[in-house]
């Protein structure tokens, strides 16, 4: 199995302060990480050196074998890294159908209207206008219809209705049975656990808890939360 | 209203859009304030004195606008420009330098005297029962054409709809693969190449000097503060807006006055309506 | 007074040399530079502590200097004519205070535009002062008068110049020191915290630039005795364009450093303009360099140098003294909010928030990321207007009322990431706070008030866990996040208000830290028995502090109870992590 992103002694932050120390973690194709911990411990930090928006002030992060430190966030788009964003994380002044088109080649986008009808419903609608919940899927949609195999999510679910929930949850094993790699920020740890193959607790921006998810049990993780 | 007075009053109309159209891309979506706007008009407009400097026929005009141009606007964007998209406050003051710079090297080169081009198209066409000056009216017809098509591309384009994705969400573009630099860059020197084309059709119409470019300057900006930065229609409206109060009062006062209300207009709306009259954020 | 009279001393002592040293013709020459310099320290006060760039400071050096000619022409006693020049100062000042204060009120974002408005007016006032013959001898100027009591240019005229070069350079140097120059200083720095201190930042724009104004119009007046005409280009865009250079290269964070620039710069010119044919040019690209790189010009770069000969002093423990009260402290209230909707753009985040808050206690504010909790804070604030709805404190409405005026209503708030003067020290930062609700409009011209401390401050310095205490003369950018989060805290509720409004104060705070803080806020309310409005991620904290719980979502009010009630609120659980924890 090919390894497909990796990172090592990974930190960072905005200016003075750092944020996130020492975090590392390989993630192979078709397999999951899932990044868990309270608000403002930096997992959303995390997600954001990965993507490249942030520039790490230590460690290294491999795309395919390639070291990315340097590379700009939209070469590793191109590289094949797909982000959903935990704020912001549609363009609010186009249309549902012109976000769509933004990231992907046109069609790709037109398989998911089944399972996510209302999207199909509102391509006319201004983004910013749709309510919370119905803007992450319009950004889970954007990202699965993207032609990319390392996808990055954070907090995917927040605001989403539950039925919507598994959906994206179906859509997400998918993609690991196509051989895209994953890391998925969740608060929602039935979204997590049904996911992820290797765990990731985090709390201060540190790693507290790594292993796989047989060895994890939902107590345990439930002890990361409330630390 | 004669008509003489409405083909006066479209003319000016169609002047202030295109000289305006540069800044309302660099200003109202790369959020750089140009002070050096009106100075890309003028080197436009001096175009026509380049090319018989260098001996060329009539007909390089237009491509010897373009590439200098674009060649001027690629040097300071490459060397400066690219830090400072976003900071309002940093942009006016390096571009302020920047114009003092061009000026200074229009200067050296060619003088402060006015210099006159001769109209490519003389004579007059005769229409709406009058006799108007053909130059005027087929730039009017042009610049029509121009918006038009502008307007139907910014709504259709995948360009345009990634140059508003860049302006609505800069960390979104880049996650989604746009190469927000490389637009940026596209869009600054896109901006001052249609700066330089309005300088080049003023220049058969006005006195062309290193310094002409400040009037300019300032009417484009205010344009831009009143139509409200980042939409095509409220370009058109602060264009109508400007133009049509400046023509008015100029044409019943002198154009001293007539400059002076289209200041106090503005002081106003940056005091009342400080986003603009089209609400766009 | 050291730092304002040694300086002043020399300078004074070096421009007396100059006529013995170099000659009548120099002393002219450096006369008129003098004038021009004077001009540019206003720009650089301006400039360099608000952050405002006016590109067309000749509107009033040049219309005094009409003004000035017009006098000298038609009035014959010197009394009238000091009395009428003054007077055009003073009205420089009056044009300059209402200009900027209508530009700068609501938004606080207009520096730009301002900087074009200047811009348009000189070119404006350069074509007025060009085809009005009959008020400024049109193209030709105004000529042929006597210079102010019978100075001559060449002689005595110099050392009245040098007078008011010496006198606007100790008044500037005095408002570096004095907390006027604090509060401009932090203009430019944060202007958002400041308002949120209650002050009307768009009237002290005003009142600075109308200074910056009145020192033009001064060397304006000097400027039409000195040169003995005055044309449209004393009134004109490039010299508006040289001045500004002048300042940046010369350093405008200096208050020498604009007088340099001017002598050093026009001299250059007036030597190297013929000979020289890309004088013009270098000058251009000298200023953009020093923009670029180096944005304290000359005058910084000879002062790093300076200080490394010079070792700095040792400053000893100030003693400080007690605050007077703060102004208007008002009883404690409920608020009230009844179907407010907030729009942005196009999105709507408040859809019809309704509830009413005991009138003490601490009540937090939960909910999911883009719940809306922190534009709640923004429109009971006025940092976002509600579109629609009521806001009431005790009974009155606030929800058109603009940030500044939060405080005087008893509206304390701490913003979400810490929002501090980054450029001051954390005891300057303290005194600022200090200052806030409690000085009178004279405070601000003595140096006693930057010594004032609060009983409540001194309280929380005392507080051995503090890491404030040891650090007051530490530059807050050097402060790790958890630091300034206790800075802002103390910053915020040094006025004593009603209502406190903490967004996230635990954010990015140790263990320890987090108990401090969460002492530190039930003791504030219980000191004070106002109310606390705290927006928190952390249940524990949640649960230890609040008497009520808000619950968020979507734009609107899910629950607001006790904590208990919310934690077995089905709704609540449904939302808040989909039913994780």
């Known amino acids: 199995m090919t390894e497909l992103i990796a990172f090592a002694g990974l930190a960072g932050g905005y200016g003075d302060s750092q944020v996130v120390f020492n975090l590392g973690a390989s993630v192979q194709a078709g397999q999951a990480l899932g990044v868990f911990g309270r608000n403002g411990v930096g997992k959303s930090t995390l997600a954001r050196l990965l993507q490249g928006s942030l520039q790490a002030s230590k460690g290294t992060i491999t795309l395919k074998g390639q070291n990315i430190a340097s590379t700009p966030p939209f070469q590793r788009h191109l590289l094949g890294l797909g982000y959903m964003p935990q704020t912001a994380m549609v363009f609010d002044e186009l249309t549902v159908g012109e976000n769509l088109s933004i990231g992907s080649k046109s069609g790709l986008a037109e398989a998911y209207f089944e399972i996510f009808p209302t999207l199909a419903e509102r391509l006319k609608q201004k983004a910013g206008t749709m309510s919370g919940g119905e803007r992450k899927i319009l950004s889970f949609v954007r990202l699965m219809a993207e032609d990319t195999n390392i996808i990055v999510l954070d907090e995917p679910s927040e605001g989403v209705q539950p039925e919507n929930i598994s959906r994206m949850e179906q859509c997400l094993l998918a993609r690991k049975k196509q051989g895209s790699s ?36 939902r107590a345990k993780m439930l002890e990361v939360l409330s630390i | 209203m004669t008509p003489v007075f409405l083909l006066n009053l479209m003319w000016q109309l169609s002047l202030l859009a295109v000289v305006t159209l540069g800044l309302a891309i660099i200003f109202g ?253 | 007074m050291a730092s304002i009279v040694i300086p002043s ?83 420089a000042g009056a044009i300059a205070y209402v200009l900027a204060t209508m530009v700068f009120r609501g938004k606080t974002d207009s520096g730009p535009y301002f900087s074009l408005i200047t811009l348009a007016l000189v070119l404006i006032a350069e074509q007025l002062a060009s085809t009005s013959p009959n008020i400024t001898g049109g193209f030709n100027g105004l000529s042929g008068y006597e210079p102010i009591a019978q100075l001559d240019p060449f002689g005595n005229l110099y050392y009245l110049i040098v007078g008011v070069t010496v006198v606007s350079t100790m008044l500037l140097l005095a408002l570096n020191r004095l907390p006027a120059g604090l509060i401009a200083r932090a203009v430019s720095d944060n202007e958002p915290r400041l308002q949120l201190l209650g002050f009307a930042t768009h009237k002290i724009k005003g009142l600075v630039f109308a200074m910056s104004a009145m020192l033009a119009a001064t060397a304006g007046v000097l400027f039409a005795s000195h040169q003995g005409i005055v044309t449209p280009t004393s009134a004109g865009f490039a010299l508006s364009a040289q001045f500004i250079i002048w300042t940046a290269v010369g350093g405008r964070f200096h208050v020498l450093g604009p007088l340099l620039g001017s002598v050093v710069l026009a001299w250059l010119t007036a030597e190297l303009r013929d000979d020289f044919i890309y004088w013009e040019i270098s000058i251009a690209a000298i200023f953009i360099l020093v923009v670029l790189k180096s944005p304290g010009g000359l005058a910084e770069i000879i002062s790093i140098y300076f200080k490394k000969l010079v070792k700095a002093q040792v400053s000893e423990e100030p003693s400080y003294c007690a605050a007077p009260n703060v102004k208007s402290q008002q009883p404690a209230a409920t608020l009230q909010f009844d179907q407010c909707h907030l729009q942005v753009g196009v999105v709507q985040i408040l859809k019809g928030v309704t509830f009413t808050t005991p009138a003490q206690g601490v009540v937090c504010i939960i909910g999911p990321n883009g719940a809306g909790k922190t534009s709640l804070l923004n429109v009971i ?23 500044y005026a939060a405080l005087s209503s008893g509206i304390g708030r701490k913003l979400q990431v810490p929002s501090v003067f980054f450029s001051m020290t954390v005891g300057e930062n303290l005194t600022v706070a200090t200052l806030a609700q409690r000085a009178k409009w004279y405070h601000y011209f003595s140096a006693k008030p930057l010594l004032w401390r609060s009983a409540y401050i001194s309280s929380l310095l005392a507080h051995e866990a503090l890491p404030l ?39 990015g705070l140790s263990t320890a830290e987090t108990h401090l803080m969460t002492d530190l806020i039930r003791q504030y309310q219980t000191q004070t028995k106002g109310l606390v409005l705290l927006i928190e991620h952390d249940m524990s904290i949640v649960e230890a502090l609040s008497d009520k719980v808000l619950v968020l979502h979507q734009g609107q009010v899910l629950a607001f109870a006790s904590y208990v009630e919310v934690k077995a609120n089905k709704d609540v659980a449904a939302v808040y992590a989909g039913g994780t924890k």
């Open chain 3, 9 to 91: 001393g020399l300078l004074l002592g070096t421009l007396l040399l100059i006529p013995s040293l170099f000659g009548d013709f120099t002393a002219y020459q450096i006369g008129l530079f003098l004038i021009y310099g004077i001009v540019a320290q206003g720009i650089g006060f301006l400039w360099g502590k608000t952050g405002i760039l006016p590109l067309g400071q000749t509107i009033f050096f040049g219309s005094t200097a009409y003004a000035s000619a017009h006098i000298l022409i038609n009035i014959e006693t010197l009394g009238w004519q000091l009395v009428l020049m003054l007077l055009s100062v003073l009205i």
């Open chain 3, 381 to 403: 604030t006025g940092n976002l207007l509600a579109s629609k709805g009521t806001i009431l404190l005790a009974e009155k409405h606030i929800h058109c009322r603009p940030p």
């Open chain 2, 29 to 281: 979506q790369l959020r750089i304030m140009n002070m050096a706007h009106g100075e890309f008009v003028m080197i436009g407009a001096y175009a026509p004195i380049i090319t018989s400097t260098l001996g060329l026929p009539n007909w390089m005009q237009l491509p010897v606008c373009i590439a200098s141009v674009a060649l001027v606007a690629l040097i300071l964007e490459r060397a400066i420009i690219r830090h400072l998209y976003g900071r309002l406050f940093d942009s006016l003051l390096a571009t302020w330098g920047i114009s003092i710079l061009l000026r200074e090297m229009v200067e050296l080169a060619f003088g402060r005297g006015f210099q006159s081009v001769p109209l490519p198209i003389s004579g007059t066409v005769s229409w709406i029962g009058i006799d108007y000056p053909a130059y005027r009216s087929v730039i009017i017809g042009v610049i029509i054409l121009l918006f038009i098509g502008l307007t139907i591309w910014y709504k259709r384009s995948l360009v345009a709809t990634r140059i508003k994705a860049m302006v609505n969400n800069p960390e979104l573009a880049q996650a989604v693969g746009i190469n927000t630099v490389s637009l940026s860059r596209r869009c600054f020197v896109f901006g001052c190449i249609s700066a330089g084309l309005a300088g080049l059709i003023i220049a058969p119409t006005a006195q062309i000097s290193p310094l002409m470019g400040l009037d300019y300057l300032i009417r484009s900006f205010f344009v831009v503060v009143v139509g409200g930065l980042g939409s095509l229609e409220g370009l058109a409206i602060g264009v109508g807006l400007i133009a049509g109060s400046q023509t008015l009062l100029g044409a019943l006062f002198n154009q001293t006055y007539g400059y002076i209300f289209v200041l106090v207009l503005s002081i106003l709306f940056l005091w009342l309506r400080p986003n603009g009259i089209y609400r766009n954020s």
């Open chain 3, 469 to 507: 205490t040891h650090n007051l003369a530490k530059q807050v950018s050097e402060l790790p996040q958890g630091h300034r989060q206790f800075l802002e805290f103390a910053m915020t509720a040094a006025a004593q208000p009603r209502l406190l409004l903490l967004d996230e104060p635990c954010a």
């Open chain 1, 182 to 217: 994953i890391i998925l920020i969740e608060q929602n740890l039935t979204l997590l656990r049904a996911v992820a193959d290797q765990l990731l607790g985090m709390d201060a921006g540190k790693p507290v808890l790594q292993s796989t998810l047989a060895q994890t049990s």
